[in-house]
């Protein structure tokens, strides 16, 4: 069965220090990978794709994802992080085959420390 | 360009009364979302629409829940009766049609607190 697993359910960092998000998924097909970021009180907002090609994709606010199919792997990364990213993060694996559905981990919140 | 609009954005009321959520999905969008999001359980699928036909109503939680969508530019989530363990937020999505490359769209969520 599809799945989404984000191993990592908070995690703090300091404002300027690097991020690295990780998310796995397990689906037979090509996967269409997402990550969407969700601030307090709003909706998920896209932050970027990866449908095929390049396998490092870059997305809005400065965060960029690479796609591992060896390691079933669509980690998001930021260079430096800015108090502004608190927020929980969220990886999707869309199906294929005619379906729309998307299937989503189960979250990863982030703190940032000034 | 309006992105998907949900009302209300916040909802208390007493248990056993009648909840209805409303959703305004993009225009030109084929598909609709309608999400559960609660600390427990996390982010769930209910429902989802496709050119206003029901697909895949496997999330409904019980027959208390139902959603209609009578044209292409609103859906309902209704509610009845309302029990406390139904308070959360609940999201609506659209997308384009695809075979599932297409990002779907958030709505703010309604957020329902059940007394």
């Known amino acids: 069965a599809q799945s989404v697993t984000q191993p990592d359910i908070h995690i703090t960092v300091s404002e300027g220090a690097s991020l690295e998000l990780r998310c796995n998924y397990s689906?037979?097909?090509?996967?269409?990978l997402f990550w969407y970021v969700q601030s307090p009180g709003q909706g998920l907002q896209l932050l970027l794709k990866?449908?095929?090609?390049?396998?490092l994709v870059q997305g809005i606010k400065g965060f960029e994802a690479e796609f591992k199919r060896s390691q079933s792997s669509f980690n998001l990364r930021k260079p430096s992080v800015h108090w502004s990213d608190a927020a929980e993060y969220f990886c999707?694996?869309?199906?294929?085959?005619?379906?729309?559905?998307?299937?989503f981990g189960a979250g990863t919140r982030l703190a940032v420390h000034p | 360009d309006a992105g998907v609009i949900q009302s209300p954005r916040h909802e208390v009321t007493e248990m056993g009364q009648e909840v209805t959520l409303r959703c305004k999905p993009i225009?030109?969008?084929?598909?609709l979302f309608w999400y559960r999001q609660t600390m427990m359980r996390g982010l769930e699928l209910l429902i989802y629409?496709?050119?206003?036909?029901?697909?895949?109503d496997s999330g409904m939680p019980e027959d208390r829940f139902s959603a209609k969508m009578p044209n292409a530019s609103f859906s309902t989530l209704k509610i009845q009766p309302s029990e406390p363990r139904d308070s959360a937020v609940y999201f609506c999505?659209?997308?384009?049609?695809?075979?599932?490359?297409?990002?779907?769209?958030f709505g703010d969520g309604t957020r329902l607190s059940i007394l």
């Open positions: 999707a694996v869309g199906l294929s085959g005619g379906y729309n559905k998307l299937i």
């Open positions: 999505a659209s997308s384009l049609t695809t075979g599932g490359n297409q990002p779907q769209h």
């Open positions: 689906y037979g097909a090509t996967p269409y």
């Open positions: 225009s030109g969008h084929d598909y």
């Open positions: 629409f496709n050119n206003n036909v029901p697909i895949d």
């Open positions: 990866y449908f095929s090609g390049d396998t």
